[in-house]
């Protein structure tokens, strides 16, 4: 007894050892995240969390340390029986540390649990048990989170009693061997020894084992609604027939014989346990055949008819979990023409049309406007703003810190966290407008900020962005970098709320403790009005205030009342919907996702805020009743940041997907698969590669106004034709809907990569892009966009042209339009439309009146054009423009005499192109 009470002294030495060096980092980490979640006013967020994890903890661990020290006991003393050795303090500390590590394991399932506790009905039953989806999002993943801890915890129990008792009949292979080298066993022994002393525990051990195995039996007859296997993702055929009746039996059977074993404790009988083992063993080899026999030879030779009601059942779930059925179905007649009238009826699209490809445009702006090594622009966001009373298409990105271009002399650990602390501005473009030398019209540009239109920005610096990783300490004595001017800098203190407080000693030595850094206490320059930012970056922030969510893979900057603010989207999802089939989500297989949640965060004070976009999803409400300090309404987002709310890229290119097979809502076409559609390709930098939604502004058809919708195109199964697209509202009051637009299976419509090979095919576009070529130059094609007109598509392709020596800009040199038979290759889209539906009408004038507004806006782009090759010591495009420019001058009154007031249409004809 007395050695006994030694090692559990050693145990509770080494632990508590252990617990004091975990403490001690872990417990000021703990602290610092507490001041930071109550700086933004999140502390109760942070209290239910961390309540959960430690309950969790506290339960999973003590209960485990009750059967883990209980096999232990009972082990030992059924081993006093034979006088065995005794057992090494190390396996003691083996129990407490398994129980430990279990809790440590099943506290980080506090989700589950919490989901559970305040679940909110869905209204939707299951049409098997008719049991509310609300049990298998909520109730049934915590039954399996119970049952399978226990199955951990009984067989841990299990396995260490084993260890034990062979550890006892263990021996060395060979004299002179150290023990543990080569062991063997004496098996016949051990057997004798467990017949005679350990047959209770034996025999409880694996009733418990059985009676658990058999609820989970029980929870695999409700997965069957997930279940993958044959035709219909859910229960099929098979799975009702065979397999749901087989699971009955193996409950059943499991928990009788279980039982059974259990009541043989008191006789003794361990050959009780073989015989529910054995028909366990039986029925799920026979089962299994079962299924094999009754899928192959009684449902696939009438598969439809035996899977029909499962097939519509999987069809409706599905569009049910991924808001499908919301889609707002309709007809496309498309018409193989195109007219003047269709462009000027559907002018907010053609002044919208994106000819910026965001990869050269970011290469472009880096070039352009960082001024400073240690700023970048890391991504290019597309939005839309009001600008002179239209709705226009911009594309955005941030000029944020990138310290590592710093020279390594220059990183010390004043400049990485006193002074470098934030980006500084915004660049601005319209998606549709180029300069003569082929590079983007800024709206907003260099620093400080220059705006060109009525978007101004007041608070242009960036502390918090999608690069901001290192922690940064404000307003210390050693000021902040704010932006270069000329030779000099400027500086600043901060002045913003941003951060946690470091008004004490306390303070400034846990977060030392928690960065590992004992210059945060050190230092004489961080005082007590000091504040300290750290989770900086947009997707860090997001996720660690709320990490239940899922989160988009790009947020976007949004320019509001003169500040900055980042929008980021944020989903609830699922992965045990009932007959809703999986889809690959953020690393994770879902089958449930909607975008609930739109995170903003103020780019200067880190504010997030939380709105709530999908009242409606009982994800979201379940989440609200938890955590109801987070979560506000959407409506009390500020007026001009929900003018920026787009519909979400991610959330798009799931439901695109899964549109691709379940907009055949006819199980027998489902089954067979006859309309069936898959995203095309577009070819970028030479190679294919998947086309990805994308903005736009567009009218709809049938309606008047142009608005910000996010469209895919589709092609068949098999084939390269255009068979339909669907389109995301993110403009009010329709944000969110959706409309799908079916093409007539009757009508050729060209797709994206047949487009793409007239293109290629086309001889005047391949010689002049082998000329670029030939001269040093690699030639950049954008992305082609497919652009609904009314009752029609066309396809615009914009071409970079990017030197191949170092420090190049690509310039936009020709955009390429296609419709019909028709590809036109021209210097700006104006033209290019142009060739298709012949000039603009220009304005009426009489004779000696002038040059009409047409006219004279021809005449500046010639000019321009000139002058850009004039630069470049490009004298033969020189002369071509100003050849050009002399005869609109010469001409113009002729021109405009012979106009007439008819339209013309266009439909089919030969390539057109302005020659290089």
């Known amino acids: 007894m007395a050695a006994s009470s030694r090692g559990w002294r050693r145990v509770l030495l080494a632990i508590i050892a252990m617990a004091a060096l975990y403490g001690f980092v872990a417990v000021p980490s703990l602290y610092g995240d507490y001041l930071w979640f109550a700086a933004m006013d999140y502390e109760s967020v942070f209290l239910t969390i961390l309540g959960y994890r430690i309950g969790l903890f506290v339960l999973t661990a003590v209960l485990s340390f009750g059967v883990l020290a209980a096999n232990y006991r009972v082990a030992r003393e059924n081993l006093r029986n034979i006088d065995a050795a005794a057992v090494p ?65 009984v067989g841990a129990g299990a396995g260490l009693s084993f260890v034990l008792y062979a550890r006892a009949f263990s021996m060395p292979e060979a004299a002179g061997r150290s023990p543990g080298v080569n062991i063997r066993y004496d098996v016949v022994a051990m057997r004798s020894f467990l017949r005679e002393h350990a047959t209770i525990h034996v025999l409880a051990t694996i009733g418990g084992l059985l009676i658990l195995l058999g609820l989970t039996f029980v929870l695999d007859r409700f997965e069957l609604l997930f279940s993958p296997r044959g035709t219909v993702f859910g229960m099929g055929a098979t799975d009702r027939t065979v397999f749901l009746p087989l699971l009955g039996l193996l409950a059943v059977t499991a928990v009788i014989g279980g039982l059974v074993v259990l009541v043989n404790i008191w006789f003794q009988y361990p050959r009780s346990m073989s015989v529910p083992v054995a028909l366990l063993v039986g029925f799920l080899l026979v089962g299994n055949v079962a299924g094999f026999v009754y899928q192959d030879f009684v449902v696939e030779p009438d598969e439809f008819n035996k899977e029909q009601q499962y097939l519509s059942r999987e069809i409706a779930f599905t569009n049910r979990a ?39 445009l970011r290469t472009t702006y880096n070039e352009l406007q960082i001024f400073r090594t240690y700023y970048q622009f890391d991504d290019i966001d597309i939005d839309r703003y009001d600008i002179d009373g239209r709705e226009t298409q911009v594309m955005v990105s941030a000029r944020e810190l990138d310290f590592e271009s710093l020279p390594s002399e220059s990183k010390t650990w004043v400049n990485r966290h006193l002074v470098y602390t934030h980006g500084f501005g915004v660049a601005m473009s319209p998606v549709s407008e180029v300069t003569a030398d082929g590079l983007p019209a800024f709206y907003i540009q260099d620093i400080p900020p220059n705006s060109s239109v009525d978007i101004e920005v007041t608070q242009p610096r960036i502390y918090y962005g999608e690069t901001t990783t290192d922690y940064v300490i404000v307003n210390t004595r050693t000021q902040e970098l704010d932006y270069p001017s ?26 030392s403790i928690k960065f ?12 007590d009005d000091s504040r300290l930012q750290f989770n900086r970056d947009i997707r860090t922030r997001a996720s660690t205030i709320a990490p239940f969510l899922e989160y988009d893979r790009d947020p976007y900057l949004v320019i509001a009342n003169g500040k900055l603010y980042w929008i980021y989207d944020a989903y609830t999802t699922s992965d045990t919907y009932p007959y809703s089939s999986r889809i690959r989500f953020k690393g994770e297989q879902v089958n449930y996702v909607r975008n609930s949640v739109k995170v903003v965060v103020d780019a200067h004070t880190g504010e997030t805020t939380y709105y709530v976009a999908e009242p409606d999803d009982p994800l979201i409400q379940t989440y609200r009743k938890a955590f109801p300090e987070l979560f506000i309404d959407l409506e009390e987002m500020p007026a001009e940041l929900r003018q920026h709310v787009r519909y979400p890229e ?14 055949m809502t006819d199980p027998k076409v489902f089954y067979n698969k006859e309309d069936a559609w898959r995203i095309p390709n577009e070819v970028a930098r030479g190679e294919e590669i998947p086309m990805t939604p994308y903005y736009i502004i567009m009218t709809f058809p049938g309606e008047e106004n142009p608005e910000f919708v996010m469209i895919q195109p589709y092609i068949p199964e098999g084939r390269q034709n255009m068979i339909g697209w669907l389109a995301a509202r993110s403009d009010p009051p329709n944000y969110g809907t959706l409309k799908a637009f079916h093409f007539s299976k009757q009508r050729l419509v060209f797709g994206p990569m047949q487009i793409e090979s007239r293109i290629d095919q086309d001889a005047d576009i391949s010689q002049q892009i082998t000329l670029w070529s030939q001269a040093g130059s690699s030639v950049i094609r ?7 007109i009314d009752d029609t598509v066309i396809y615009v392709e914009p071409l970079f042209l990017e030197s191949r020596e170092q420090g190049s800009l690509p310039e936009l040199k020709r955009v390429i339009v296609t419709h019909g038979n028709r590809v036109a290759m021209q210097p700006s889209l104006e033209q290019a439309l142009a060739v298709q539906v012949g000039p603009a009408r220009p304005a009426a004038s009489t004779p000696g009146e002038g040059l009409s507004e047409a006219d004279l806006e021809q005449a500046r782009t ?23 420019l002399g005869a609109l001058l010469e001409g113009s009154e002729s021109q405009r005499a012979g106009n007439t007031t008819g339209t013309e249409s266009f439909a089919g004809g030969a390539t057109a192109m302005t020659a290089p």
Request: charge should be negative; hydrophobic fraction near 40%.
């Open 89 to 153: 303090w190390t396996y003691r500390a083996a129990v407490v540390g398994g129980a430990l590590l279990i809790g440590l394991s099943y506290a980080s399932t506090w989700e589950t649990v919490l989901r559970f506790v305040h679940g909110t009905a869905f209204g939707t039953a299951d049409p098997v048990y008719d049991l509310d989806v609300a049990f298998y999002i909520y109730t049934l993943p915590v039954l399996n989170l119970a049952v399978g801890y226990l199955l951990v915890i």
């Open 322 to 360: 991924y808001a499908l059925d919301r889609i707002e179905e309709r007809s496309f007649p498309v018409s193989e023409t195109l007219s003047r009238d269709q462009l000027t009826d559907n002018q907010g699209t053609i002044d919208n049309m994106r000819l910026w490809d965001p990869r050269p």
């Open 486 to 511: 000329g030779g000099q800098n400027v500086y600043i203190s901060y002045t913003g709320e941003g951060g946690t407080r470091l008004d004490s000693t306390l303070r400034k030595f846990v977060y």
């Open 516 to 527: 590992l850094d004992p210059r945060i206490v050190l230092s004489d320059s961080v005082t």
């Open 650 to 663: 991610d959330a798009f290119r799931v439901q695109a997907q899964q549109y691709l097979l379940y907009h």
């Open 782 to 788: 954008g992305n082609l966009l497919a652009i609904p």
């Open 862 to 884: 010639l000019y321009e054009e000139a002058q850009a090759a004039l630069r470049r010591g490009d004298f033969e495009t020189y002369g071509e423009r100003i050849t050009a």
